[in-house]
């Protein structure tokens, strides 16, 4: 049942991504990324990593989609696409590049499966290790601290005018 | 243990093969679910019209069936019957799925309200900020709605909505912090049995920006711009008719129902009462809330946008981030036996932070900036 559900996911995944791309009207191609995103979730979701699957959604379909949305409220002509420039060649190269590192990576690596069972309750855990007495709680501050001056930094350049 | 696993393990002693035991209790529980939602939001439209009626002085529909009960039946079978219309404008595809993606997130909420003891269809470890999730993926229904119809009435609604969802997201979900902190857990089960005293008494503060947040995002009035219909006419379902109407319809009062439901679970100590049986304890509770919605709906008059953008800004965050610090002093300075000094404690913090706020805090009167 894991492996039909799984193929089902990793097909939607493929093809949403493909869309994202082929698809010429950018809100349609906006949606297949929230598509995507949401497959990804659900593939954390089979591997037993509920509070991953649920931050995914919360954060890229509640927030990073919305502010793909933002930009395409502010794009015009959103119907037909932006015009292809001739930029075409150099960008294939750099995409099969991409993809080729990508592949190499995932073949050479060898993923090790713990043996223990799943955790049942993630939350508490993962809490844990982050803010516990071996934790990460430094790194955190710092992210948080960069985070906040990132928002600081964007109400300064509002302010300016 | 939840009654669906208890359903599963008598499957499994009657020797059912395993996909069998695994799907007949989760289809049976979305079965009874999706009956609940619908008789539910029945009653809720006829409560609606009728209480609002009531605070109008006038009588509202009471000739269909005993007390126009059958009104909203009437109104269902009516909306069913009316022409699908599609803009010629219109982006087809989207304008199709839009209802869909509003109102099956809706649906999904209900996996984790406790209705009962153990009558929960699943019992997530992360269950309350499951239902923030899910609900975010709603406004994008919303937008798409607002995109796909091709009017720019509608797309004025999707920016608004936007803006809204996102604010008054903040808020609420500190808001539930809060909570968490109390309880120690985020499973909706472990909420309700954390709540010897009721977390309104415990927490009043963090009550009234739930309660706000919640009603901002189901747009509810006073926070109703989405549709405000002096301005925008209907918002994003302005070129809906006939069955997807009739979505956005459902969605609306299911939306409401739902977040009556986490209300009730958060604050208001979910299935828990004394003599009546748990389930009717979770209905006049939900009851209660709903009410509390429709009287602010008669009583308070719509808000301006950039009224509405510094209430949740100014007003609703900063409040928040407060009843998070003092809550989480307390927990960490109190023993856990002294819950009642904490009730004192947060209920004069609460009247005297809103006050002290309100006073910096002035709207309608001078210019208001965002």
């Known amino acids: ?70 930009a395409i409220m502010l794009t015009r002509d959103a119907r037909q696409g932006p015009p292809l420039g001739n930029l ?18 995932i073949i050479n690596t060898a993923f090790v499966i713990p043996d223990n069972a799943p955790l049942q309750e993630t939350v508490k855990p993962l809490g844990k290790a982050l803010f516990g007495d071996s934790g990460y709680l430094l790194t955190m501050e710092i992210a948080v601290v960069m985070l906040l001056s990132a928002i600081l930094g964007a109400i300064a350049v509002i302010r300016e005018k | 243990m939840t009654l669906l696993d208890q359903f599963q393990l008598i499957l499994k002693t009657a020797g059912w093969p395993e996909w069998a035991v695994y799907l007949t209790p989760a289809i049976v529980g979305i079965l009874i679910i999706i009956i609940f939602v619908l008789t539910v939001v029945i009653v809720f439209i006829w409560w609606e019209r009728r209480l609002i009626s009531r605070f109008q002085i006038r009588l509202g529909p009471n000739r269909c069936g005993p007390e126009g009960i059958l009104q909203p039946i009437a109104t269902a079978v009516k909306i069913l019957l009316k022409e699908d219309i599609v803009p010629e404008k219109a982006d087809k595809l989207i304008h199709f799925i839009a209802p869909i993606i509003v109102f099956v997130p809706i649906l999904l909420i209900f996996a984790v309200v406790p209705f009962g003891e153990g009558a929960i269809l699943v019992d997530l470890n992360v269950g309350i900020i499951y239902v923030i999730a899910i609900s975010s993926i709603s406004v994008i229904g919303i937008f798409m709605a607002a995109w796909g119809s091709g009017n720019k009435y509608s797309y004025i609604s999707g920016m608004r909505s936007i ?87 459902l969605g609306e009062y299911g939306v409401a129902l739902a977040y009556s439901g986490i209300i009730t679970t958060l604050f208001l100590s979910g299935w828990q ?48 981030v407060i009843n998070l610090v003092v809550v989480a002093v307390e927990v960490l300075v109190l023993p856990a036996g002294l819950q009642w000094v904490m009730v004192i404690l947060n209920f004069g913090l609460a009247a005297v932070l809103i006050l002290l706020w309100s006073k910096l805090f002035t709207l309608g009167g001078g210019r208001v900036e965002v």
């Open chain 1, 1 to 70: 049942m894991l492996e039909i559900a799984f193929a089902l996911l990793a097909i939607t995944a493929v093809a949403s991504a493909v869309a994202v791309i082929v698809v010429r009207d950018i809100f349609r191609a906006a949606l297949c990324l929230i598509l995507l995103f949401m497959t990804v979730a659900g593939v954390y979701l089979l591997l037993h990593a509920d509070f991953l699957a649920i931050v995914q959604i919360l954060v890229y379909v509640g927030a990073i989609s919305i502010l793909i949305i933002v």
């Open chain 2, 273 to 320: 009462g004394p003599l009546l049986p748990p389930i009717l304890w979770f209905i006049i509770k939900v009851m209660l809330v709903f009410s509390l919605i429709i009287w602010m709906r008669a009583t308070l008059p719509r808000l301006r946008v950039d009224q509405l953008m510094s209430f949740a800004w100014k007003f609703l965050l900063p409040m928040a």
């Open chain 2, 163 to 249: 803006a809204q969802m996102v604010s008054y997201e903040i808020p609420v979900v500190l808001s539930i912090v809060g909570i968490a902190l109390v309880t120690g857990s985020f499973s909706m089960i472990k909420i309700v049995e954390a709540q010897s005293i009721p977390f309104i008494l415990l927490q009043p503060l963090g009550f009234l920006i739930f309660f706000l947040g919640s009603l901002a995002e189901m747009n509810r009035s006073p926070f109703d711009l989405l549709e405000a219909d002096s301005e925008i006419v209907a918002g994003y379902h302005i070129e809906y008719s006939g069955m997807k109407f009739a979505m956005f319809y």
């Open chain 1, 88 to 105: 075409k060649y150099p960008a294939a190269v750099v995409g099969i590049l991409l993809l080729g590192v990508v592949v190499f990576g």
